[in-house]
Each structure stands twice: as structure tokens, then as C-alpha cells.
């Protein structure tokens, strides 16, 4: 199976609320973490990305933090708008025998309230 | 515009039939992929490549055939060895592999159904 997995399936937030996306990965090994938001009918879009040298890493709006000890990633989005609504993703590189995958977990629905 | 592009966006196809679906991008990435999305579901890796004239198997890859014969283009064929073909179909491209600052940039999609 993927190593690569989120809590919930959905979360229904309030505008003007901030999110909390949670991703759990079970490579340990792994160096780097990425954040997709796929729209509905789209294909999936880059959000953020974290070395895991990192804890904290920050955007326009969004926060990603890294606990390597727990092997959880989250993303946090600030002042949560109706376009946050999406798909989320987290993503990270397995090794395979000569090179490496990304691994995508299930996905989290944001539905952003009015 | 810099980027990747996939056509058809809506495709329909009669069972037993092959079928193509294009993917390109003008990136100059070397790295291209494609995975298939199904309801509910993340994405499954089908075939990358990696360089011109090369790709390699995902982890989905049975019923399903691509090339690599130019840098900019890399088409699927859906086969009609494909038990269950009905669904979404991402192409992606970076400029290496998976990996920090090798970031994937995704195509709008193919939504295939077999009638």
C-alpha cells in the first residue's frame, strides 16, 4: 500500500477560518514532502514543498510543518476563501530499485462554507 | 504559455477498443509521467520516463502501453487489455526525477469512459 496517507477524508471549514490538513508518512527516510491542491476537473497544483531538515515552512497563506518524529506533515491555510475548495494532497519520494516514485496519498476534500 | 497539455479532455471509447491519449509539454523537463485517478482515490503511477526513448513500468502498469520518442511528448494508450479503464488520466512532467527541486507539474487531465 502507499506509505503516504491523510486523516480525514474531507473537512468542511468556515470562511474566513483557517484549515488544518494532516498527512501521516511512513518513510522515514524520506526528504522532502510536497502539497498538491487538485480543483475540481483539474489536474493537481503545486502548493508548497519542505526538506526535511526543515520543521516549518511557509507561503502566500499556507504553512507547512514537518514532524520527523512522529512522521506527520500538516498544511495550514490561513483566512480559508470559497477557492481554497479543493482536493489536497501529500506527496512524498519512495525509492524504488534505480530511482524514486512519488507516493500520493487519498487526498483531503476541502468544502470552504459561506 | 509555458506548460503541459493533454487532449482530449473528455474521451469515450467502446470496449475492446485502444485508444491514445496525448501529452505535452513544452518545459524542456526530461522527467514525464502518467498516473490514473480513480474516485476517491490518489494517484496511481502507470509509466514514467525518465529520458528520450526510455520509461519504466509504475506500479499500474498492465493494459497500458506509452513511447517516448520525443522530449516533448509522451502518449498513452489505454489497451483493451484494461480490465477497468474508465477514469481520470493526469500527465505530469518535471525536469528530473522525483526528489527535491524536481517538483511534478501536472496536465488539466483526460477523463476516459468505455461504454
Known amino acids: 500500500g502507499e506509505s503516504v496517507g491523510l486523516h480525514l477524508p474531507t473537512l468542511s471549514v468556515q470562511e474566513g477560518d483557517n484549515s488544518i490538513i494532516n498527512c501521516a508518512y511512513s518513510?522515514?527516510?524520506?526528504?522532502?514532502f510536497i502539497w498538491y491542491k487538485q480543483e475540481s476537473g483539474k489536474g493537481p497544483q503545486f502548493i508548497i514543498d519542505i526538506r526535511s531538515n526543515m520543521d516549518k515552512r511557509q507561503g502566500q497563506r499556507v504553512t507547512v510543518l514537518l514532524n520527523k518524529t512522529v512522521k506527520h506533515l500538516s498544511l495550514q491555510i490561513a483566512a480559508t476563501q470559497p477557492g481554497d475548495s479543493a482536493v489536497y494532497f501529500c506527496a512524498e519520494p519512495i525509492p524504488r530499485s534505480n530511482d524514486y516514485k512519488l507516493s500520493f496519498g487519498a487526498g483531503t476534500t476541502v468544502t470552504v462554507r459561506a | 504559455d509555458g506548460g503541459i497539455t493533454q487532449s482530449p479532455k473528455y474521451l469515450f471509447r467502446k470496449e475492446g477498443q485502444n485508444v491514445t491519449l496525448s501529452c505535452e509539454q513544452n518545459l524542456n523537463h526530461d522527467a514525464m509521467y502518467w498516473y490514473r485517478q480513480d474516485p476517491g482515490q490518489g494517484l496511481r503511477l502507470i509509466y514514467y520516463?525518465?529520458?528520450?526513448?526510455?520509461?519504466q513500468k509504475g506500479d499500474i502498469a498492465e493494459g497500458y502501453s506509452v513511447s517516448r520518442e520525443k522530449k516533448e511528448s509522451f502518449p498513452l494508450t489505454v489497451t483493451s487489455a484494461q480490465k477497468n479503464p474508465t477514469a481520470f488520466y493526469l500527465c505530469?512532467?518535471?525536469?528530473?526525477?522525483?526528489?527535491?527541486?524536481?517538483?511534478?507539474?501536472f496536465g488539466p487531465g483526460t477523463r476516459l469512459t468505455v461504454l
Open positions: 518513510n522515514s527516510a524520506s526528504d522532502y
Open positions: 520516463s525518465q529520458i528520450v526513448n526510455d520509461f
Open positions: 505530469a512532467s518535471s525536469p528530473g526525477l522525483a526528489g527535491a527541486g524536481n517538483e511534478q507539474f
